[in-house]
């Protein structure tokens, strides 16, 4: 069964510090894709970055980035110089074979100013 | 500007009563999806639609039904048999319904109480 695992519930971080959220998957399928998506408090979930298991560079989008390490089945998600902006939930997510994207259950980012 | 609408924002509910939340999407999505989010969850799939007259029951769909009668619009029903209905629901589409790389998009979610 495929899983995804997200340990940090909860992070604090300086202003304009980089921040690493950690996101950890399991999967038996050989083609699959991972997402990350930020969820402010308003509720709207707002796609981040995408990352399929083949790409041989990390994705990058902006001041985010995504460093996949495959072989140790982690996509932890990197954002550059954060920014108050940047204080949400933020949820990792994988698509395999069946179609289905299943959600981590997220990590909580406060960025202190 | 292209986009995916719910409404309402918050709707509520007594006990015994059917409500419906809508979903619209004007992106030209061919699928579109139902989610359920409770207090410090992720998100768990009720239904989800790849094409127009055609949809499937994800991992929650008992008490939910759903319709596609237009390629747009993707309603979802929380009836009476819902045990327990209150939550957060967020609708998304992606381009085509399948594939590692077919990204969903949200719209801004409907907050349902049960009063």
């Known amino acids: 069964a495929q899983k995804i695992t997200q340990t940090q519930p909860g992070m604090f971080v300086q202003e304009k510090e980089a921040v690493t959220l950690d996101c950890t998957y399991d999967t038996s399928d050989p083609s699959y894709g991972l997402f990350w998506y930020k969820q402010p408090s308003s509720g709207e979930m707002i796609f981040l970055i995408y990352q399929g298991s083949y790409d041989q560079q990390n994705a990058t989008e902006g001041r985010y980035s995504l460093n996949f390490q495959k072989a140790r089945k982690s996509a932890n998600l990197v954002i550059s110089a954060s920014q108050l902006g940047d204080s949400a939930m933020y949820f990792c997510?994988?698509?395999?074979?069946?179609?289905?994207?299943?959600f981590g259950k997220g990590t909580r980012l406060h960025i202190l100013p | 500007d292209g986009g995916i609408t719910q409404s309402p924002k918050y709707l509520f509910r007594k006990e015994g009563q059917n409500v419906t939340l809508s979903c619209e999407q004007n992106l030209n999505h061919d699928a579109m999806y139902w989610y359920r989010q409770d207090p410090g969850q992720g998100l768990r799939l009720i239904y989800y639609?790849?094409?127009?007259?055609?949809?499937q029951k994800g991992d929650i769909a008992e008490g939910y039904s759903v319709s596609r009668e237009k390629k747009e619009s993707f309603p979802l029903t929380v009836t009476s048999a819902q045990k327990n209905p209150t939550a957060f629901y967020l609708c998304?589409?992606?381009?085509f319904g399948g594939g590692i790389a077919d990204t969903q998009y949200f719209g801004p979610g409907t907050r349902l109480t049960v009063l």
């Open positions: 639609s790849q094409i127009v007259n055609d949809f």
């Open positions: 998304a589409s992606s381009m």
């Open positions: 997510a994988m698509r395999g074979r069946d179609d289905k994207i299943i």
